[in-house]
Each structure stands twice: as C-alpha cells, then as structure tokens.
C-alpha cells in the first residue's frame, strides 16, 4: 500500500449498514470512531493499555484533531487504516498521524492527525509522560520520509 510513513500500524476495516449516511457513504463520525479504535490497538501493542493509564494516573489525551476527507467510502468496501507516532517533544505532547486507504485501488481516502498532550487523569490538567510512557511510545516514533 502507497503509505506516507515506513512501518505503519494498521486495522482493516469497512463499513456496515449502520455506517452509511443519508450521502450513501460512509459517516465522517465512524472514521473518527476507526482512529480511537486503531489507536488504543497501537498502544497496547506497544505494551500501554486503558488499565496503564489508570495504574499510572496518566493519560494520552487528545488536545486538537484533524481529519482530511479525501473521497468516499461506501458499504462494505474493504479499507486499511495505518498510524504512526510522529512526534513527541518527551514530557508533555505527541503527534499521532492517520491515513485510511482503499485496498481495491490503493487511493488513500482520508488522512488525519491528532496533537496529544499527557495529563493526569484526576484533575485533567497536564503533567510530564511517565517513564513508561517516554518508554514505549518515543522508541515507536517514526520519522516521514523526506520529500
């Protein structure tokens, strides 16, 4: 597949009956929905799960997201969502980047980006990543190829 990225972590997916829109395509809601789900299944293969996060009073939260929607997707198609960590400045933020492509054509259909800043889970407000965060996800970073 025509990834943006080297070693991508990818989920397949398509879309079922409940995921179609008044458009006969596939709901910009459920792709926001796909990224959660590929992004926790990154995580954990990374060694951090939803139970770390509670045992560590931390959390990866998402501060700002953005999604590109590059063409439709319809019933049934079938499609493979890759994400990467792409940034991380060690204490406090990380950038989670997107692409979703259609496996019958190559054509990447949606594109997208998270901004994620650590924070503790009591009070909400910002703390610096714990070392098993600094960890696991700094050494999963990967750089995009240069132009």
């Known amino acids: 597949m025509p990834w943006d990225r080297p070693r991508p972590f990818t989920l397949a997916v398509a879309p079922r009956g409940d995921d ?4 006969n ?3 910009n809601a459920v792709y ?3 990224c959660e789900k590929v992004a926790w299944a990154h995580s954990e293969s990374l060694g951090l799960a939803l139970a770390d996060y509670h045992r ?3 959390a990866m939260a998402i501060r700002h997201a953005q999604y590109d929607y590059l063409l439709p997707t319809a019933l049934g198609e079938a499609l493979v969502l890759a994400t990467w960590l792409v940034a991380s ?4 933020t990380m950038r989670r980047a997107f692409q979703l492509v259609r496996a019958r054509d190559d054509a990447t259909v949606m594109r ?3 901004e994620l800043v650590c924070i503790e889970l009591a009070s909400g407000r910002p703390r610096r990543m714990p070392a098993e965060f600094v960890q696991a996800y700094l050494a999963a970073l990967v750089e995009a190829p240069a132009p």
């Not at 179609?20 to 458009?23: A, E, M, N, P, R």
């Not at 400045?89 to 406090?92: A, V």
């Open 20 to 23: 179609i829109d008044g458009l």
């Open 25 to 27: 395509h596939t709901n």
């Open 32 to 34: 926001v929905q796909w």
């Open 56 to 58: 560590l009073e931390r």
């Open 89 to 92: 400045d060690g204490k406090l």
């Open 112 to 114: 997208g980006h998270w």
